[in-house]
């Protein structure tokens, strides 16, 4: 009963000091923005860096209160929202079949995996007037651009999630007697959650970078469309203000997914 007290205190006393050092970090990254704000104001206000060409937080500020009250901006964060959703979604739904399907039969695997790293490695903006030409110049052709870019990136992550499964695990489940359906739902699925999540988290980024690309190719709407307008009449303030809410979306769909991940850990530990 005694060593158990014991134990319990220096578990207290390891979880504070893990407490300590989360709010320590938190703290620290919050002080170096407002730091890099701050600075930026300053300097900006001062006249050591020009506004017309860097802008200013004050400005961007200003900038993003009046596109809030003008009644398109919302319209237009819609579009890109949708449209990133839209691409990311499909691209992580159809590339975790695919690098099932190719886990599930080696002959695919070692047949096609060849052509998944060459496409892997092709710049897809390359692909912008072939895309444009297939799909239009409208929603089409941006979603499958943000498609297009995601899908390789999650076939190859999930693949690689599903190969590095424990051989021995799977040994073990084949002596007893199970199929390979059995391995893969039993064993092979619930493995690769830490890799699903890892791969979601990877293609928040890349969707909104194809779903950014496409606009700056063929749209007439979405923060893209803002951005390449803004740069066309010098109005910089608008560009860092639509960067600085597209930002803000990305960061928000990565911390979902993150909290995703807390849940899921939580379940699995109960």
């Not at 619930?190 to 779903?211: F, H, Q, R, Y």
Request: charged share 15%; aromatic share 10%; net charge positive.
């Amino acid at each position: 009963m005694k060593k158990t007290t014991t134990h319990s205190k220096e578990r207290i006393r390891y979880l504070n000091k893990r407490k300590k050092e989360r709010f320590s970090v938190i703290f620290l990254r919050i002080s170096l923005l407002c730091a890099l704000i701050a600075g930026w104001e300053i300097f900006a206000n001062a006249g050591i860096i020009d506004p017309f060409i860097a802008s200013s937080p004050s400005r961007i500020i200003r900038t993003i209160r009046n596109l809030f009250a003008e009644d398109n901006f919302l319209y237009h964060i819609g579009i890109t929202l949708y449209e990133t959703l839209v691409g990311f979604i499909l691209a992580a739904a159809i590339g975790y079949i695919i690098a099932l399907t190719l886990w599930w039969s080696d002959k695919a695997r070692k047949v096609l995996e060849p052509y998944i790293v060459v496409l892997n490695s092709l710049p897809k903006i390359a692909l912008g007037p072939i895309i444009i030409i297939w799909f239009g110049s409208g929603e089409k052709s941006i979603i499958f651009m943000t498609f297009i870019i995601g899908i390789i990136v999650a076939v190859m992550t999930m693949l690689n999630g599903f190969l590095t499964v424990d051989k021995n695990k799977i040994l073990l489940l084949r002596s007893f007697g199970a199929n390979r359906f059995q391995i893969l739902s039993k064993l092979v699925i619930p493995c690769s959650i830490p890799t699903l999540i890892s791969m979601l988290k990877i293609n928040v980024g890349l969707a909104w970078i194809g779903s950014i690309m496409g606009e700056y190719l063929v749209s007439r709407a979405g923060l893209g469309y803002l951005i390449v307008y803004g740069g066309q009449v010098f109005k910089l303030d608008l560009v860092l203000a639509s960067t600085v809410v597209l930002c803000a979306l990305a960061t928000l769909m990565y911390t979902i997914i993150a909290l995703l991940e807390k849940l899921i850990i939580k379940y699995k530990n109960e």
